[in-house]
């Protein structure tokens, strides 16, 4: 009842998640249609804003190339004047004869003082051209500067109307401006221009304004534009680039929200202002509108198929909790075993193996899936190690050789009946060889570290009066001289001190292993080490006939102790080629597996016993002739001072083979 109160519950949670997962899938829906909307009129606004752009420059071009026409007929006219000054054929009459002819409002030829000489207006009632006036538009001529001003529009000087100035020097730097009422131009620019362009814009009505404004405010603006608030996106009217020359925004706008576009508007090369235009968002507002509906409706329908699915999954919910708890113990046991690191088999009442896990496959050497099906005797081939099948234990230890390698086993069984009603039985085998290994290490360990402390005691007590002897049989060597059998004595004395010499070096080696210098660990590449010791017994090695195999399988570096490492290898390699004394091979064996660099030097040497293989790490014990029975034990010593392990396997035979594993820092 428990149970089906707990699934009851969760299938309820389910059900509000797909709920939940319907409602936000609707509105990320939506939100995604919103700003794809959006980006829809960016795109056409853009694309608007560009057009206007296109346009506004053509009229630009236009009204420049009608201004540089009206430039050149107006100077054309007063170069005529110039040269009929310079011929003094000047007076107000012909200034006004040639005034009226060419449709000129005023003529007037001003000195370097700003005084009026001549005008066509002379006999009219028009102010003369006040001085301060004339000095601020004419100086450039007067100074010398220039002999041509486009002036261009001005106010005129009784404050009614424009007029279009143009000037001209005279030989002697006086003045001759011409004024063109510039009314029509005006009207023309107003007719064609790119005010008419901005207002005509809004008589679409998916366009509620336009506007071209500078940094002083509106220039030109549809008729519904009073003000307008300052564009958030463009703080200046300086562009960073043609990339952000146009940008967008939804803002007010006399009571209503619009997007709201703005493109920089440049004319050769230089900012003239900021064209604005807001459109409606009525039809966006229809179109999200339409979606939305869309939305609701099919998040309707998944809620409605979340309730069929809901109404199903809580009919069925019995049987598939059920099969879940099944798989799930199922699978937890398989990872169990699987994760092990004791090697489990399982076999059925006819030895043949039904189960076997990765810890078993790696211990026998077989690859993924190949252990299932055969028979348990053609994975364990030692008959030895299978008596626990047939005995009464229901755990022993043995001694297996697999893959050609000596293994110590810890193997327990134990029966089961399985939902068939078959008998099965189960093997759990743990691999003692490395606590074995590590074991006998550690003795070897305690009895050096004895012996070490008992043979620095021995020759401190030793190394004082065998100095004193070595010093008085010199003595006595160089002093006394016997009546009789001089040569004999001498000959003695020489032999006593040459012994009491090597009595003294067996000590200083003691003494060395009692107090082994610190190791100093350091950054190192291994393969610079390994190249190392090969050019160093290159010729040694072509001498005895004997090759060097090197198996490189990883490079890098390391964080030992150099010079005792190289001690290590250079006494094995030494004790490999004293073993083979000629034609021989020696093979050198680098591998790093997770952060354990294993180094395997093997020969093709004689072998070593099995009795003396149990003994060959002790102290003192050698069987070369003129050995120390030192080197193995100092071996062994510096790879426990770097948290490492040796061993050795070895046959009669057939050679030896070390193996060195160290952490790689």
């Known amino acids: ?26 509105y990320f829906e939506l939100q995604q249609s919103k700003d794809e909307l959006f980006n829809l009129m960016e795109n056409q606004a853009h694309s608007l804003l560009e057009s206007i752009l296109i346009s506004s420059q053509e009229v630009y071009y236009a009204s420049s190339e009608i201004e540089n026409e009206m430039n050149a007929r107006l100077l054309n006219n007063a170069n005529i004047i110039r040269i009929l000054l310079e011929q003094d054929r000047i007076t107000n009459l012909v200034l006004k004869k040639i005034a009226e002819d060419n449709n000129l409002f005023k003529i007037n030829i001003i000195n370097k003082n700003g005084k009026q000489i001549y005008s066509s207006a002379s006999n009219m009632k028009f102010a003369p051209v006040p001085e301060l006036q004339a000095q601020q538009y004419l100086s450039p001529i007067f100074n010398g500067e220039k002999d041509t001003l486009l002036i261009g529009l001005r106010k005129s000087s009784m404050g009614v109307g424009f007029r279009y100035v143009v000037a001209l020097a005279s030989s002697n730097n006086d003045a001759i401006v011409l004024n063109l009422d510039a009314e029509k131009l005006l009207e023309f ?13 809004a008589e679409n009505k998916n366009i509620i304004f336009s506007a071209l404004e500078d940094e002083n405010g509106v220039i030109a603006a549809s008729p519904n534009v009073d003000t307008l608030k300052k564009f958030s996106k463009f703080d200046d009217l300086r562009p960073l680039s043609s990339d952000n020359a146009f940008a967008w925004e939804v803002a007010p706008f006399n009571g209503k929200v619009l997007f709201q576009a703005a493109h920089i508007f440049e004319l ?9 235009i807001g459109l409606s968002l009525e039809p966006l507002n229809l ?5 939305t509906r869309k939305s609701i409706l099919i998040a309707i329908i998944l809620f409605v198929l979340a309730s069929v699915i809901f109404t199903l999954v809580f009919v069925k919910q019995d049987l598939e909790s059920v099969q879940k708890q099944y798989k799930k113990i199922e699978s937890f046991s398989n990872e ?26 790696k211990l026998f050497g077989l690859s993924a899936g190949e252990g299932k099906e055969i028979e348990l005797n053609q994975i364990i081939e030692n008959q030895d190690c299978l008596s626990i099948m ?7 230890q043995y001694e297996c050789e697999i893959n050609s390698e000596k293994r110590f086993l810890l193997i327990s069984k134990s029966d089961f009946i399985d939902e068939n009603d078959n008998q099965n039985r189960v093997l759990v085998i743990k691999d003692l060889t490395e606590i074995k290994q590590l074991e006998k290490q550690v003795n070897r360990n305690r009895q050096l570290k004895a012996m070490g402390e008992l043979a620095s005691g021995v020759a401190h007590e030793i190394r004082n009066p065998l100095n004193a002897i070595g010093t008085i049989v010199q003595q006595l060597d160089k002093d006394f001289e016997p009546v009789e059998d001089g040569e004999e004595f001498h000959s003695l004395a020489g032999l006593v001190y040459s012994e009491v010499k090597r009595i003294n070096e067996t000590i200083q080696n003691f003494l060395r292993f009692s107090r082994p210098e610190p190791i100093q660990k350091q950054f190192f590449n291994l393969n610079d080490l390994i190249s190392n010791i090969e050019q160093q017994y290159s010729i040694l090695l072509k001498e005895r006939m004997i090759d060097l195999e090197i198996e490189q399988n990883w490079n890098g570096d390391v964080y030992w102790d150099r010079n005792q490492i190289k001690q290590v290898l250079i006494n094995l390699m030494q004790n490999s080629i004293d073993a083979i004394k000629s034609n021989g091979k020696i093979n050198l064996k680098i591998s790093n597996d997770d952060r354990t660099v294993t180094i395997i030097l093997s020969d093709t040497g004689p072998g070593i016993s099995e009795s003396n293989l149990e003994r060959i ?14 080197g193995l034990s100092i071996i062994q010593r510096i790879i426990a001072e770097h948290d490492g392990m040796i061993t050795v396997e070895s046959k009669v035979g057939e050679g030896t083979t070390f193996v060195i594993k160290l952490p790689q820092k």
């Open 1 to 26: 009842m428990h149970n089906i109160l707990a699934n009851s519950k969760n299938l309820i949670i389910v059900f509000i998640s797909i709920a939940v997962l319907s409602v936000t899938s609707a």
């Open 189 to 201: 620019r107003r007719r064609v221009g790119l005010g008419i362009l901005i207002r005509r814009l």
């Open 268 to 276: 050769e090369g230089k900012v003239k202002g900021l064209i604005r």
């Open 287 to 291: 179109i999200y509108d339409r979606i």
């Open 336 to 361: 169990i075993i699987q994760s092990v690191s004791d090697a489990i088999v399982v076999i059925d009442k006819d030895g043949k193996v039904i189960e076997i896990n990765q810890s078993a496959e």
């Open 390 to 396: 047939k005995n009464n234990s229901s755990i022993q």
């Open 617 to 630: 790490f002790d102290l003192y014990f050698t069987t070369k002739a003129e050995g120390t029975g030192i």
